[in-house]
T-cell receptor
Framework: DTEVTQTPKHLVMGMTNKKSLKCEQH?????MYWYKQKAKKPPELMFV???????INESVPSRFSPECPNSSLLNLHLHALQPEDSALYLC?????????????FGQGTRLTVV | AQKVTQAQTEISVVEKEDVTLDCVYE???????LFWYKQPPSGELVFLIR??????QNEISGRYSWNFQKSTSSFNFTITASQVVDSAVYFC???????????FGTGTRLQVFP
């Protein structure tokens, strides 16, 4: 079962709101990722968790706060976002063996900040 | 520095035509991994293939085939007898041997008309 589930699928939030994006996988993968994708652009890496520890933070603003409660779950906490943060947020997972395994992606959360 | 170039921004074909999507990459690593992903309008990135740098064997999977040539740093993707369901954005991606980051090309939007 190669499935990564993201909730919600769509989210509209105000600039003063606090919200969270959730991601879940049951493939036994120990690496999980958050990517951000603006319209007509490729995905850009935000964070990587390997064995539940943050291993890569691509200089993401602190208004984005990742959390990995266990090996199956990955959250992205959002606070005081800006309209330019509106994008598709993609979660992915893979075996943490460097680049030699493929990442499986969820359907994403389409976030609109108003 | 690593880079992936997909020079074709958009391709339009009529159903049953063959189409080739180009991908050229740059890396200084001797070991690296190449990927193709499909992104339909739903947003999910669907994994299609992974190829290791030490394996130049071409691959065919149904109507899909991939041509990996290290001499020209290319990893091209051909769809034979295209179908309307092939309409999507296709991303070529590269990752290092020891790292978790996928570097995506800018994507090629394929439109297959009936």
């Amino acid at each position: 079962d190669t499935e990564v589930t993201q909730t919600p699928k769509h989210l509209v939030m105000g600039m003063t709101n606090k919200k969270s994006l959730k991601c879940e996988q049951h493939m036994g993968h120990r690496a999980m990722y958050w990517y951000k994708q603006k319209a007509k652009k490729p995905p850009e890496l935000m964070f990587v968790y390997s064995y539940e520890k943050l291993s890569i933070n691509e200089s993401v603003p602190s208004r984005f706060s990742p959390e990995c409660p266990n090996s199956s779950l990955l959250n992205l906490h959002l606070h005081a976002l800006q309209p330019e943060d509106s994008a598709l947020y993609l979660c992915a997972s893979s075996h943490p063996l460097g680049g030699n395994t493929e990442a499986f992606f969820g359907q994403g959360t389409r976030l609109t900040v108003v | 520095a690593q880079k992936v170039t997909q020079a074709q921004t958009e391709i339009s074909v009529v159903e049953k035509e063959d189409v080739t999507l180009d991908c050229v990459y740059e890396t200084r690593d001797t070991t690296y991994y190449l990927f193709w992903y499909k992104q339909p309008p739903s947003g999910e990135l669907v994994f299609l293939i992974r190829r290791n740098s030490f394996d130049e064997q071409n691959e065919i999977s149904g109507r899909y085939s991939w041509n990996f040539q290290k001499s020209t740093s290319s990893f091209n993707f051909t769809i034979t007898a295209s179908q309307v369901v092939d309409s999507a954005v296709y991303f070529c991606a590269l990752s290092e041997a020891l790292g978790d980051k996928l570097i995506f090309g800018t994507g090629t939007r394929l439109q297959v008309f009936p």
